[in-house]
């Protein structure tokens, strides 16, 4: 840290090191939160969860029945004074005087720019879009099959929701016209996962049942811009129309927080890191990372971009989260402490914090170790026996150091 | 278009720092540790191998690790730093005597990067100067940066009651430099010459040295003139006999008088002669009397003296005003009234560059100044400041090729042609009466300055606002801190040890100024800790502290500490009313994450100006920050804060804070502790003595995170913060209306600034000028110091001036474009770059000062389309429109505090 500092002062090496490798550390240090907890609300698994822009307001959709749908405040302990338990908006799906309200929340997602809007699918087949302050539904799309997955476009230059389900093809819900403006085709299985790339505002990836990773432009009417293969084409089976991504269905999909890489999870286990420009595999292996959510798309959280020096993606697998270092494929930490499968993660858009919902009905906080009260005792105990801190990451930042100069 | 394959030869052990292409030769110059190799690229061979190599022997001013090479024409390289002055360098192909292929042209001086800085007022004149902790490894140094214009004094003498100073060519020799000094006392006057260094009284035969010159030059014709209170007298040059001599008529005594050209202007009471040289006499031209007493004279001088003057400007008693005549016929072309009742001492028409000025100087140390139209005489553009408290003197003088006057007084000015303005230059002296030229074959381009005791030669440092004066250290300097008591600094400095060829001990690079210093004392680690032994194969950083008199700058003692300790912190304090230096310290483990040993060393300064180690207080980890709180030390050890008192020599601590990520900056006021963390901006501590704790009262959240690189409390409930890109203004919320948000601070201000503030310090570069009109500035500004070099001046102003200043910015934004059109709230907005959206908020509350004096620059025209619709309140709280003037003035006077 001290090197950091000096280096910082002196101006060697670029300003945005010691903020960069500072929340990269910070982030493969993540452990349950002693400080944050976060209040129980939910009677069954809580299957979605989503951070506002700020990092502030967490969004969680419960498997209840009839659905329910919280919005924690995560920045100021409501409550008894001392204890940290998070402020709880309440919003009961079932208040709602609607007749098909007797379906657990899928997804939910705050709308990317801010607090105003929420949008949330559920086992009813609806996408309905939320007014925050109301608690109101403002306007909904019906769909004929079950949806697995939506996801509002981050862009500015459109307002696109993307819907996945049952029907083999991607709808895009125009939330200002109140229609679906355009339908995605190409897959021959329902899609299970979706993801907006962060780079480019018009393309979207999408994976599905029938093994495939297919990256698409919304400009671009007459069909997918490529379809991603595992062996990056040294397979003999050059047929394009069996070009798949994994060995089983596709139900994980996530954009790195910079939009060049991409990652995706499939049922045969394997995790598969993508050069989203070129769209090759990388051939980055994770090892065996056991799927434990193959009926449902799987949520994956990259860590913020404040953390990228050493990117970090983090997956739920049981009961755990697996943090896996991105480019090297190496296993950071598993964060366990749901008593039932994890359903849902949610990472703060800056800070170094993650949240998991499980079907335990819980939400977990976890956040980087209070720095330890300096003692001298303790200093002189670890120098008397020459311990020496094991660290990892220490060590990696030092040599990221040098060859700096 | 060809790939080349070039097969490796490792050149040197060193790491290459920067590489640049040598014009379209295939050769490209490196720089690896302060040696520049060029490598000459073989297309036609199949290795492309290292062929030649230049490197440079004779170091002088090397730089350490250059950020870019760029190689111009004919072996000429400008080799640029961020870590100390860039260079212009010549290479050649020979080795010059020293044994050096490189020469070096030019140094361009930088700051960077700024550590550390102490801003004081050394020589106790309400002026402060910056010491700068600048530079990295060999050419770490320590700058002096003060404002305005020194002078290298040369030669002094002890004159008592000079009264004015002239300097003359004379003699049979026919000297194409001055030889000899005129001094003027009252009711007599002494001739000096100078021969070489010596300075000797003489006579001069035609000079009167019995009555006081009111001036006296060498004019036309290889003729002195001389005015003295009796007579105008004309002198041969060479004889040195007086070839003629005018007295006034009436045989009234004269009053003063001036030349300029052919043409001499005397002054009798309240009647003006105008005389003529010609060959060798005088002839009386004209004579006007006018209606007062006439104060003071001046005849324009025509550039190169060639033609004669024809303009004249006179100062008048009673009505206090300016005229200006025609010459020879002494018409009166304008007249001037003046304003007050102070009657004006000096006036000057002087030339700069293209346009001309008369300059009116009050008694009480008031300039007024004009812009004159050389041939009608018509004034305007009026402007007045203020420069002293007592009268001044205006003399004119040439330094190099431009024309610059010298406004003596007891805050001495030279104003000078800058960019199309006039610019008002300190002068480090503390009180000047009267000055000329003097390039004699020993003092060359220097001027004799008189005050009232000294007569001093010396030449003047370049004309420049701010003057930096660089103290090299061949080491890196870190920390700074000021003692009064002792008038001396402390410098914590660290110097990397290598280890020699064969590995079997550690070398220190070069002459360093720890090396230097002979009665080194060295520090012990404690004797529990076990940290890494030192080995002699791997490079070793060793702090020093060195010991500096606060006026000579030189090192008098130092002190090394352990090795593997790092000093992180340095202060000066007073406990139990003996003054000492507290130095926080770390002891590095290159293999943990965090130190998690330190120390608090207390150091007095002994009578005989030696370190004396006083006392040693072990902590468990880094003290990041050591500062003197009331009559106690508040440390910051990682993520506490610690309060100690001072017990019977001991250190006790009496309370701690810990709820931070690291405390890296603290500052005090009162009772209140602002604390400045790794990530979380800022959070405010109040000590409770009744209870002895410390309470968290209020922190920042908005922001969060804010990797802080600087901060300064502006006063109690403002907090001035940097984070590397930006700068910004918390404030403490005592008005909230809901209870909890009194915790959470307000952000008022931001402005992004693209720099890495490294350190703030209250202080100011220039002199407040008792007497001048009211300021707009509040509070003592804030200087910073930043990675990049800069120094720059923070400063609060009342709230009518920001809203005018606010708005002319906005106008002028759209008004002035900027390099690359970028336009201006898009490039100062604060932006939250680790964000994944990235996210920006506007800048508000700060006035960009670089732009907003580019007012000054432009056209009159353009100046009022741009102040349409701004408004000010009068005096009477109305709203009404601002002028140009007043905008100018208000700008002009903001641009004076820098």
Same mark, same amino acid.
């Given at each position: 840290?001290?090197?950091?500092?000096?280096?910082?002062?002196?101006?060697?090496?670029?300003?945005?090191?010691?903020?960069?490798?500072?929340?990269?550390?910070?982030?493969?240090?993540?452990?349950?939160?002693?400080?944050?907890?976060?209040?129980?609300?939910?009677?069954?698994?809580?299957? $979605?969860?989503?951070?506002?822009?700020?990092?502030?307001?967490?969004?969680?959709?419960?498997?209840?029945?009839?659905?329910?749908?919280?919005?924690?405040?995560?920045?100021?302990?409501?409550?008894?004074?001392?204890?940290?338990?998070?402020?709880?908006?309440?919003?009961?799906?079932?208040?709602?005087?609607?007749?098909?309200?007797?379906?657990?929340?899928?997804?939910?997602?705050?709308?990317?720019?801010?607090?105003?809007?929420?949008?949330?699918?559920?086992?009813?087949?609806?996408?309905?879009?939320?007014?925050?302050?109301?608690?109101?539904?403002?306007?909904?799309?019906?769909?004929?099959?079950?949806?697995?997955?939506?996801?509002?476009?981050?862009?500015?230059?459109?307002?696109?929701?993307?819907?996945?389900?049952?029907?083999?093809?991607?709808?895009?819900?125009?939330?200002?016209?109140?229609?679906?403006?355009?339908?995605?085709?190409?897959?021959?299985?329902?899609?299970?996962?979706?993801?907006? $790339?962060?780079?480019?505002?018009?393309?979207?990836? $999408?994976?599905?049942?029938?093994?495939?990773?297919?990256?698409?432009?919304?400009?671009?009417?007459?069909?997918?811009?490529?379809?991603?293969?595992?062996?990056?084409?040294?397979?003999?089976?050059?047929?394009?129309?069996?070009?798949?991504?994994?060995?089983?269905?596709?139900?994980?999909?996530?954009?790195?927080?910079?939009?060049?890489?991409?990652?995706?999870?499939?049922?045969?286990?394997?995790?598969?890191?993508?050069?989203?420009?070129?769209?090759?595999?990388?051939?980055?292996?994770?090892?065996?990372?056991?799927?434990?959510?193959?009926?449902?798309?799987?949520?994956?959280?990259? $860590?913020?971009?404040?953390?990228?020096?050493?990117?970090?993606?983090?997956?739920?697998?049981?009961?755990?989260?697996?943090?896996?270092?991105?480019?090297?494929?190496?296993?950071?930490?598993?964060?366990?402490?749901?008593?039932?499968?994890?359903?849902?993660?949610?990472?703060?858009?800056?800070?170094?914090?993650?949240?998991?919902?499980?079907?335990?009905?819980?939400?977990?906080?976890?956040?980087?170790?209070?720095?330890?009260?300096?003692?001298?005792?303790?200093?002189?105990?670890?120098?008397?026996?020459?311990?020496?801190?094991?660290?990892?990451?220490?060590?990696?930042?030092?040599?990221?150091?040098?060859?700096?100069? | 278009?060809?790939?080349?394959?070039?097969?490796?030869?490792?050149?040197?052990?060193?790491?290459?720092?920067?590489?640049?292409?040598?014009?379209?030769?295939?050769?490209?110059?490196?720089?690896?540790?302060?040696?520049?190799?060029?490598?000459?690229?073989? =297309?036609?061979?199949?290795?492309? !191998?290292?062929?030649?190599?230049?490197?440079?022997?004779?170091?002088?001013?090397?730089?350490?690790?250059?950020?870019?090479?760029?190689?111009?024409?004919?072996?000429?390289?400008?080799?640029?730093?961020?870590?100390?002055?860039?260079?212009?360098?010549?290479?050649?192909?020979?080795?010059?005597?020293?044994?050096?292929?490189?020469?070096?042209?030019?140094?361009?001086?930088?700051?960077?990067?700024?550590?550390? &800085?102490?801003?004081?007022?050394?020589?106790?004149?309400? #002026?402060?100067?910056?010491?700068?902790?600048?530079?990295?490894?060999?050419?770490?140094?320590?700058?002096?940066?003060?404002?305005?214009?020194?002078?290298?004094?040369?030669?002094?003498?002890? =004159?008592?009651?000079?009264?004015?100073?002239?300097?003359?060519?004379?003699?049979?020799? &026919?000297?194409?430099?001055?030889?000899?000094?005129?001094?003027?006392?009252?009711?007599?006057?002494?001739?000096?010459?100078?021969?070489?260094?010596?300075?000797?009284?003489?006579?001069?035969?035609?000079?009167?040295?019995?009555?006081?010159?009111?001036?006296?030059?060498?004019?036309?014709?290889?003729?002195?003139?001389?005015?003295?209170?009796? %007579?105008?007298?004309?002198?041969?040059?060479? /004889?040195?006999?007086?070839?003629?001599?005018?007295?006034?008529?009436?045989?009234?005594?004269?009053?003063?008088?001036?030349?300029?050209?052919?043409?001499?202007?005397?002054?009798?009471?309240?009647?003006?002669?105008?005389?003529?040289?010609?060959?060798?006499?005088?002839?009386?031209?004209?004579?006007?009397?006018?209606?007062?007493?006439?104060?003071?004279?001046?005849?324009?001088?025509?550039?190169?003296?060639?033609?004669?003057?024809?303009?004249?400007?006179?100062?008048?008693?009673?009505?206090?005003?300016?005229?200006?005549?025609?010459?020879?016929?002494?018409?009166?072309?304008?007249?001037?009234?003046?304003?007050?009742?102070?009657?004006?001492?000096?006036?000057?028409?002087?030339?700069?560059?293209?346009?001309?000025?008369?300059?009116?100087?009050?008694?009480?140390?008031?300039?007024?100044?004009?812009?004159?139209?050389?041939?009608?005489?018509?004034? /305007?553009?009026?402007?007045?400041?203020?420069?002293?408290?007592?009268? +001044?003197?205006? #003399?004119?003088?040439?330094?190099?090729?431009?024309?610059?006057?010298?406004?003596?007084?007891?805050?001495?000015?030279?104003?000078?042609?800058?960019?199309?303005?006039?610019?008002?230059?300190?002068?480090?002296?503390?009180?000047?009466?009267?000055?000329?030229?003097?390039? %004699?074959?020993?003092?060359?381009?220097?001027?004799?300055?008189?005050?009232?005791?000294?007569?001093?030669?010396?030449?003047?440092?370049?004309?420049?606002?701010?003057?930096?004066?660089?103290?090299?250290?061949?080491?890196?300097?870190?920390?700074?801190?000021?003692?009064?008591?002792?008038?001396?600094?402390?410098?914590?400095?660290?110097?990397?040890?290598?280890?020699?060829?064969?590995?079997?001990?550690?070398?220190?690079?070069?002459?360093?100024?720890?090396?230097?210093?002979?009665?080194?004392?060295?520090?012990?680690?404690?004797?529990?800790?076990?940290?890494?032994?030192?080995?002699?194969?791997?490079?070793?950083?060793?702090?020093?502290?060195?010991?500096?008199?606060?006026?000579?700058?030189?090192? +008098?003692?130092?002190?090394?500490?352990?090795? !593997?300790?790092?000093?992180?912190?340095?202060?000066?304090?007073?406990?139990?009313?003996?003054?000492?230096?507290?130095?926080?310290?770390?002891?590095?483990?290159? /293999?943990?994450?965090?130190?998690?040993?330190?120390?608090?060393?207390?150091?007095?300064?002994?009578?005989?100006?030696?370190?004396?180690?006083?006392?040693?207080?072990?902590?468990?980890?880094?003290?990041?920050?050591?500062?003197?709180?009331?009559?106690?030390?508040?440390?910051?050890?990682?993520?506490?804060?610690?309060?100690?008192?001072?017990?019977?020599?001991?250190?006790?601590?009496?309370?701690?804070?810990?709820?931070?990520?690291?405390?890296?900056?603290?500052?005090?006021?009162?009772?209140?502790?602002?604390?400045?963390?790794?990530?979380?901006?800022?959070?405010?501590?109040?000590?409770?003595?009744?209870?002895?704790?410390?309470?968290?009262?209020?922190?920042?959240?908005?922001?969060?995170?804010?990797?802080?690189?600087?901060?300064?409390?502006?006063?109690?409930?403002?907090?001035?913060?940097?984070?590397?890109?930006?700068?910004?203004?918390?404030?403490?919320?005592?008005?909230?209306?809901?209870?909890?948000?009194?915790?959470?601070?307000?952000?008022?201000?931001?402005?992004?600034?693209?720099?890495?503030?490294?350190?703030?310090?209250?202080?100011?570069?220039?002199?407040?000028?008792?007497?001048?009109?009211?300021?707009? +500035?509040?509070?003592?500004?804030?200087?910073?110091?930043?990675?990049?070099?800069?120094?720059?001046?923070?400063?609060?102003?009342? &709230?009518?001036?920001?809203?005018?200043?606010?708005?002319?910015?906005?106008?002028?934004?759209?008004?002035?474009?900027?390099?690359?059109?970028?336009?201006?709230?898009?490039?100062?907005?604060? %932006? &939250?770059?680790?964000?994944?959206?990235?996210?920006?908020?506007?800048?508000?509350?700060?006035?960009?000062?670089?732009?907003?004096?580019?007012?000054?620059? =432009?056209?009159?025209?353009?100046?009022?389309?741009?102040?349409?619709?701004?408004?000010?309140?009068?005096?009477?709280?109305?709203?009404?429109?601002?002028?140009?003037?007043?905008?100018?003035?208000?700008?002009?006077?903001?641009?004076?505090?820098?």
């Amino acid at each position: 840290m001290l090197q950091l500092l000096t280096a910082r002062e002196c101006g060697l090496g670029p300003p945005w090191f010691l903020p960069r490798s500072y929340g990269s550390q910070r982030f493969s240090e993540l452990e349950l939160s002693k400080e944050k907890e976060l209040g129980r609300f939910h009677s069954a698994a809580v299957n $979605s969860l989503d951070l506002d822009c700020d990092g502030r307001y967490l969004i969680s959709g419960g498997g209840d029945v009839p659905g329910s749908i919280a919005i924690h405040d995560t920045a100021r302990p409501a409550g008894e004074k001392g204890l940290y338990v998070c402020g709880v908006t309440v919003s009961t799906y079932g208040t709602q005087n609607h007749t098909d309200t007797s379906h657990a929340v899928s997804v939910v997602q705050w709308f990317p720019h801010d607090t105003g809007i929420f949008t949330t699918t559920s086992g009813d087949r609806y996408l309905k879009i939320w007014d925050t302050n109301d608690l109101l539904v403002v306007e909904k799309f019906k769909f004929k099959n079950p949806i697995y997955t939506h996801v509002m476009s981050t862009g500015t230059s459109h307002t696109l929701t993307a819907v996945g389900g049952g029907e083999c093809k991607i709808t895009l819900c125009d939330l200002v016209s109140g229609a679906s403006s355009h339908v995605l085709e190409g897959h021959s299985k329902p899609v299970m996962a979706l993801a907006w $790339s962060t780079a480019c505002e018009h393309v979207l990836a $999408s994976g599905s049942q029938d093994n495939s990773v297919v990256l698409w432009d919304i400009r671009k009417a007459n069909g997918p811009l490529t379809k991603l293969d595992q062996h990056n084409g040294s397979r003999a089976s050059s047929d394009p129309s069996v070009t798949v991504a994994h060995g089983g269905s596709v139900n994980g999909l996530c954009f790195s927080p910079d939009g060049l890489h991409l990652v995706s999870f499939g049922t045969d286990d394997r995790l598969r890191l993508w050069d989203a420009v070129t769209g090759k595999n990388t051939l980055v292996n994770y090892g065996r990372v056991f799927n434990t959510l193959p009926k449902q798309n799987c949520p994956l959280a990259f $860590s913020p971009l404040s953390s990228t020096l050493h990117p970090i993606i983090c997956i739920p697998v049981g009961g755990e989260v697996l943090m896996f270092h991105l480019t090297t494929g190496k296993k950071v930490k598993s964060l366990s402490g749901h008593f039932g499968k994890v359903h849902s993660l949610a990472v703060h858009p800056v800070e170094q914090e993650l949240y998991s919902g499980g079907t335990d009905a819980n939400i977990l906080c976890w956040m980087p170790p209070p720095p330890r009260k300096p003692s001298l005792d303790r200093a002189r105990r670890s120098n008397a026996t020459g311990a020496v801190y094991e660290d990892a990451w220490s060590s990696d930042e030092d040599n990221d150091d040098d060859g700096r100069h | 278009g060809t790939v080349l394959h070039a097969a490796c030869r490792p050149i040197l052990e060193c790491v290459i720092s920067c590489v640049g292409a040598v014009d379209d030769r295939p050769a490209i110059s490196l720089r690896c540790h302060g040696r520049l190799l060029m490598l000459l690229l073989r =297309l036609n061979s199949p290795l492309t !191998r290292a062929d030649q190599h230049y490197h440079e022997t004779g170091s002088s001013g090397e730089t350490v690790s250059p950020s870019c090479i760029a190689y111009l024409d004919n072996g000429v390289t400008f080799v640029g730093s961020c870590l100390g002055d860039s260079q212009l360098c010549k290479l050649s192909s020979a080795a010059d005597e020293s044994g050096g292929y490189v020469e070096i042209l030019e140094t361009f001086t930088c700051l960077a990067p700024i550590l550390d &800085m102490s801003v004081v007022d050394v020589d106790q004149q309400g #002026r402060d100067v910056v010491v700068t902790c600048s530079g990295f490894g060999r050419n770490g140094s320590l700058r002096l940066v003060r404002s305005g214009v020194g002078i290298n004094e040369q030669a002094s003498i002890d =004159l008592a009651g000079v009264k004015g100073v002239w300097s003359l060519r004379c003699g049979t020799e &026919m000297a194409e430099s001055d030889n000899t000094l005129v001094l003027a006392f009252v009711g007599q006057t002494t001739v000096l010459s100078l021969k070489g260094e010596e300075v000797e009284e003489t006579e001069l035969e035609g000079i009167a040295a019995d009555q006081q010159t009111h001036y006296c030059s060498n004019v036309i014709g290889n003729k002195i003139l001389q005015i003295t209170g009796q %007579s105008v007298r004309l002198i041969n040059e060479e /004889t040195l006999q007086l070839v003629s001599k005018w007295a006034p008529p009436s045989g009234k005594g004269i009053s003063t008088g001036s030349c300029g050209g052919s043409h001499v202007v005397v002054v009798v009471g309240n009647e003006l002669f105008c005389l003529d040289i010609q060959d060798s006499s005088l002839h009386q031209l004209s004579h006007v009397t006018l209606e007062h007493e006439i104060a003071c004279v001046d005849v324009r001088v025509l550039k190169g003296d060639s033609g004669t003057s024809n303009i004249c400007a006179v100062g008048l008693w009673t009505n206090i005003s300016a005229r200006v005549l025609r010459l020879p016929s002494l018409d009166i072309l304008h007249t001037q009234p003046l304003g007050g009742d102070i009657l004006p001492r000096s006036i000057l028409v002087a030339e700069f560059d293209t346009r001309t000025y008369l300059l009116v100087a009050l008694g009480d140390g008031t300039l007024h100044y004009f812009q004159m139209d050389p041939d009608s005489g018509a004034l /305007t553009n009026g402007k007045k400041v203020v420069l002293g408290t007592k009268p +001044i003197v205006l #003399r004119q003088f040439v330094s190099g090729d431009a024309h610059h006057v010298f406004a003596c007084s007891n805050h001495p000015t030279i104003i000078h042609w800058n960019n199309h303005k006039l610019l008002f230059s300190n002068v480090n002296l503390k009180e000047v009466n009267y000055i000329c030229t003097l390039n %004699s074959d020993s003092f060359r381009d220097c001027l004799a300055l008189v005050d009232d005791n000294t007569l001093t030669i010396g030449s003047l440092d370049q004309l420049q606002m701010l003057h930096i004066h660089p103290v090299p250290l061949a080491e890196s300097p870190r920390r700074i801190s000021h003692q009064r008591h002792s008038h001396t600094f402390l410098v914590a400095s660290c110097r990397v040890d290598v280890p020699n060829g064969d590995k079997t001990a550690l070398i220190s690079p070069k002459p360093c100024a720890s090396k230097s210093v002979s009665n080194m004392l060295e520090g012990t680690h404690p004797d529990d800790l076990s940290i890494l032994p030192v080995t002699t194969t791997e490079e070793l950083e060793v702090f020093s502290l060195l010991l500096f008199d606060e006026n000579s700058l030189e090192v +008098i003692h130092g002190y090394q500490l352990s090795p !593997r300790e790092h000093v992180t912190s340095l202060t000066s304090c007073v406990l139990d009313s003996t003054h000492y230096y507290a130095v926080g310290t770390a002891f590095v483990d290159p /293999t943990e994450k965090e130190p998690n040993r330190g120390r608090v060393l207390l150091f007095r300064v002994s009578h005989t100006k030696v370190l004396e180690l006083v006392y040693m207080n072990d902590e468990a980890g880094a003290v990041y920050q050591v500062v003197q709180f009331q009559d106690k030390l508040l440390i910051s050890v990682n993520s506490e804060v610690r309060l100690y008192k001072w017990e019977e020599g001991k250190m006790v601590l009496e309370c701690s804070y810990s709820d931070t990520i690291l405390a890296l900056y603290l500052k005090c006021k009162g009772d209140f502790i602002l604390v400045g963390d790794l990530m979380r901006s800022f959070k405010l501590l109040v000590y409770k003595a009744e209870k002895s704790v410390l309470e968290e009262i209020s922190v920042e959240t908005s922001l969060n995170p804010v990797f802080m690189t600087a901060m300064e409390m502006i006063d109690d409930e403002n907090y001035l913060g940097a984070d590397g890109r930006h700068i910004f203004v918390c404030q403490k919320n005592s008005e909230a209306a809901v209870e909890a948000d009194l915790m959470y601070m307000l952000q008022p201000s931001r402005m992004y600034i693209g720099d890495n503030i490294n350190v703030f310090r209250h202080g100011s570069l220039v002199m407040e000028h008792p007497g001048a009109s009211p300021s707009p +500035i509040q509070g003592k500004p804030i200087i910073y110091g930043s990675v990049h070099g800069a120094v720059g001046l923070v400063v609060q102003l009342d &709230m009518s001036t920001f809203s005018v200043l606010a708005k002319l910015q906005e106008s002028m934004a759209a008004v002035i474009k900027s390099v690359g059109n970028i336009e201006h709230e898009v490039y100062r907005c604060f %932006s &939250m770059e680790h964000t994944a959206a990235t996210k920006t908020k506007s800048a508000e509350g700060f006035i960009d000062g670089d732009l907003v004096e580019h007012f000054l620059d =432009l056209p009159q025209e353009k100046m009022e389309q741009i102040i349409k619709g701004i408004k000010k309140n009068d005096a009477h709280g109305m709203e009404v429109d601002v002028t140009v003037e007043d905008l100018v003035k208000l700008i002009e006077d903001l641009s004076r505090i820098h």
